[in-house]
């Protein structure tokens, strides 16, 4: 069984969220590099933006187990984090910076945000919007983020953007939009401009195994993995000898790839899954003149 929506994440929170990252980083049945490397590659990207937040009222959109937010706190920021799961809030109140009052959580859905117009400095969504399959809910959750967004503010997205849309058969919620509806999403309605874009993640080596994947449909590695974790189903003995092997060379891969994701990222950012978009709002006189 597919579980979607609410249902998906309340269960991802219960089972792996005491794990922190894991619950919201790639899939929290992943072996080995996987999490980690995902991990690793948002927070290079994210680095000097995340370290220009003293002061600011910080809203973390999707803020699941409280990873940035906690990490927001750290530097000095107003952070408040909302998240379509109870149980994700929960682990998330017992994060440092919630804990000590820095970070304020509570449970709300992106496209309708319980906060008045132009009340935050810096609004965050690292791979939530990917998440809302419904095009209109994605939608109505981008004119929500750049509501709540200060004149001059800023909105910063991380999210899956391949150069063209393409179906996917992940057996949890995701949308692989292409870079150009991300953009026109954002800026069809003169209200907030692109400031930056970046790659995220080249994958040079081991996106030819998510290729085999996808073109296999799953008979290489189950595509319903995840959802068997989660409803404890048990796997069978050649299940699991299939999935370590796969695995061990997805590490491999990884362990390749990674410097070329580093040096590589912003000079091809086109060929890279995910992309960092950074916008900012526009006041009335900015949209005036446009």
């Given amino acids: 069984m597919v579980y979607k929506g609410k249902d998906f994440w309340e269960r991802t929170a219960e089972k792996f969220g005491k794990s922190g990252y894991r619950a919201v980083v790639g899939a929290p049945t992943s072996l080995g590099l996987v999490n980690w490397y995902a991990d690793f590659l948002q927070k290079t990207a994210l680095k000097s933006i995340l370290n220009n937040c003293k002061g600011a009222r910080v809203l973390d959109v999707g803020c699941g187990v409280g990873r940035w937010s906690s990490r927001l706190s750290e530097t000095g920021a107003d952070v408040v984090g909302i998240d379509i799961s109870d149980n994700m809030i929960k682990e998330a109140g017992r994060r ?11 449970v709300s859905i992106a496209a309708k945000l319980p906060f008045g117009d132009s009340v935050f400095d810096r609004v965050f969504s690292i791979t939530v919007l990917q998440h809302i399959v419904d ?27 391949p150069p063209e849309r393409r179906a996917t058969d992940l057996d949890f919620p995701t949308a692989f939009r292409s870079t150009d509806e991300w ?28 290729i085999i994947l996808q073109k296999t449909k ?7 993995e995840y959802s068997r974790q989660l409803s404890n189903e048990t796997m069978s003995i050649k299940f699991r000898a299939l999935k370590m092997t796969w ?6 891969a990884i362990l390749l790839s990674l410097p070329l994701d580093l040096m590589l990222r912003n000079r091809l950012p086109k060929y890279c899954l995910h992309k960092l978009f950074i916008f900012r709002k526009l006041s009335l006189e900015d949209t005036d003149q446009t």
């Fill in 135 to 161: 095009d209109e809910e994605w939608r109505r959750s981008i004119l929500e983020l750049i509501r709540v967004t200060k004149s001059g503010g800023k909105i910063v997205i991380l999210e899956i953007s």
């Fill in 247 to 252: 695995y061990i060379l997805l590490n491999m």
């Fill in 96 to 106: 440092p910076g919630a804990q000590d009052g820095e970070a304020k959580f509570l």
């Fill in 183 to 210: 953009l026109a999403a954002f800026t069809e309605r003169s209200e907030a401009k692109l400031e930056q874009i970046e790659g995220v993640d080249l994958s040079i080596f081991n996106r030819p195994l998510d």
């Fill in 218 to 224: 799953g008979r290489i590695l189950s595509s319903t």
